[in-house]
Structure formats: structure tokens, C-alpha cells
């Protein structure tokens, strides 16, 4: 469970720092993280691609916090 936090902050405090330039703070980023977990997999899935490792885990986690950041921008606008 802690490690799923540490990836979650981690994804999603890239994820701030790819879309938007700043983080969250440690909350945010762990929220958005695991969102991003959830999106990532989802999509990677999807796809048909697989993601193996801490490596793994954190780029799947930052790309689908990524796209869930870019679906909130679209909804805010």
C-alpha cells in the first residue's frame, strides 16, 4: 500500500510537471497519481501494451494522470 502511494505521488507530480508545470502538493499528486493509475491501465490495456517494473508502474501511472489531466482541462473549458 505504501508503495502504491510513493508511485502514485511520483506519476502524478510528473504529470503536474508535463501539463501544467508545477505539482499539486503531496496529496494532489498522490490522488492524481492513482487516478492515473486506473487511466493507465485502462488504456495501456486497451492497446495491448504491458508495462512491467517500478519503471513500468510509474510511466503507465504518469500517462494516464496525463490524459486525465488533459480530460479535466477539456471539461473545464
Known sequence: MIWFLI????AGWLAGKFTKG?????????IVGII?????GL???????QARGLVGE??????GAMVFLFALAKIKT
Open 7 to 10: 508511485i502514485g505521488a511520483v
Open 36 to 40: 492515473g493509475a486506473f487511466v493507465g
Open 22 to 30: 508545477s505539482g499539486f502538493g503531496i496529496f494532489g499528486n498522490i
Open 58 to 63: 510509474i510511466v503507465t501511472s504518469t500517462v
Open 43 to 49: 488504456l495501456f490495456g486497451l492497446l495491448g501494451l
